[in-house]
């Protein structure tokens, strides 16, 4: 198993948990935010992250999927920490 496998997999697991868990906090006037979900989004970063830094500049060759399925990944992160920080009326 490559190294940087488990990270990019705990990434993906953070990211997929926010579909089902969540709390939403009250910011007063009647606008929330889920600060779960960018608990669980910020966690999910650092993995992926990790998970980046390990593959890039580990022993051997990165394969060719890791690219693609990397930043898919994190333009997931990044929308759905857009969806959990926007403040929804």
Same mark, same amino acid.
């Given at each position: 198993m ?10 993906a697991?953070?990211?997929a948990l926010?579909?089902v ?7 007063? @006037?009647?606008?929330?935010?889920d600060? *779960?979900? %960018?608990? #669980? &989004?910020?966690? $999910? =970063? /650092?993995?992926? +992250?990790l ?8 022993p @051997?060759?990165?394969?060719g999927w890791? *690219?693609? %399925?990397g #930043? &898919?990944?994190? $333009? =997931? /992160?990044?929308? +759905? ?9």
């Open positions: 490559p190294p940087f496998l488990p990270s990019l997999l705990v990434a697991a953070l990211t926010t579909f868990a969540g709390y939403p906090l009250d910011l007063g @006037g009647g606008r929330r935010v600060a *779960l979900d %960018a608990f #669980l &989004l910020a966690f $999910a =970063l /650092i993995n992926l +992250r998970a980046w830094s390990g593959a890039t500049h580990g @051997g060759r990165t394969p890791f *690219l693609p %399925a #930043l &898919l990944l994190a $333009a =997931l /992160i990044t929308y +759905r920490m857009f969806s959990a920080l926007t403040a929804a009326p």
